[in-house]
């Protein structure tokens, strides 16, 4: 027991001290930049300043977080759900999935400013609405192609392993193709996780309820505050970080928990967006 601990906790440690170092190397350098150069505030606030305003502005912070956290969860939540059930339906009739692609492909290359200016039209300008829906199209798109490409990518001999015993559809989506599809679910929660929250705090930019991380930003930077506004972009950083730890802690809890292997899920981040 305690020597399984010990080998966790030592590769926790290796993952952990190579970012760590380089991070604080970053922070140094730039540190040392700003003064050396003499950069002006207005220009490029010190480390030093951003983490003074950060503490000093923590309860707001934190506040303006939840309120974008929250947008970016509805968003993921909705979002990979709507994506996972495009994607058995792509898989399963394939004029839906010409149809369908096509369309959502197109979607996506529509600029985000557009779509959350039609959106802040049709709801309230004190609503959430808007900038949920904006969530929601860009985690569906992710999830939706890694998934569709999961459940169409099955190895040849296990299909046909299972219609030599005569299995149905419905098993043979259940015991080759939804197994087969979980790593490339994964992986696609890994990106649109982070994703969920620059979408969500970048649609405040464009009108809405100036009470996120966003509109705190852009506030701060007009007022000339800029190590303030920085302290904020520290909150979004932190944010999005905690939703991609989380997707990599439910991946490794569901890896653990039906005995997964995640070396199917290599390939699919590569065709994600």
């Not at 190579?18 to 950069?39: I, M, T």
């Amino acid at each position: 027991m305690n020597a399984t601990v010990t080998v966790r906790a030592r590769r926790v440690a290796d993952a952990v001290w190579p970012p760590a170092l380089f991070g604080a190397a970053f922070v140094a350098v730039w540190e040392g930049a700003v003064k050396v150069f003499d950069l002006k505030p207005y220009f490029l606030p010190p480390p030093s300043a951003i983490w003074r305003e950060f503490v000093g502005n923590l309860s707001l912070i934190r506040d303006a977080a939840f309120v974008s956290g929250g947008n970016a969860f509805v968003g993921l939540l909705v979002g990979a759900l709507f994506g996972i059930a495009v994607s058995f339906a792509l898989m399963r009739f394939r004029l839906l999935n010409d149809m369908v692609t096509p369309l959502a492909i197109a979607l996506n290359a529509v600029p985000i400013i557009v779509l959350v200016a039609v959106f802040n039209n049709m709801f309230s300008s004190t609503s959430e609405i808007p900038r949920r829906l904006m969530v929601t199209l860009v985690v569906y798109f992710v999830v939706l192609v890694n998934v569709a490409k999961g459940l169409r990518q099955v190895s040849p001999i296990h299909l046909e392993l299972l219609r030599s015993y005569a299995a149905k559809p419905v098993e043979v989506i259940r015991k080759a193709r939804i197994p087969n599809a979980v790593p490339y679910l994964f992986t696609a929660l890994k990106i649109a996780a982070p994703l969920a929250v620059i979408t969500a705090f970048v649609a405040e930019y464009f009108g809405g309820p100036q009470n996120g991380l966003g509109s705190r930003i852009v506030s701060n930077i007009a007022a000339s505050r800029n190590a303030v506004a920085w302290a904020y972009v520290v909150g979004a950083c932190l944010l999005g970080l905690t939703f991609y730890l989380i997707s990599i802690l439910l991946e490794s809890i569901t890896r653990r928990r039906f005995g997964g292997d995640d070396s199917r899920g290599s390939g699919p981040g590569g065709g994600t967006t």
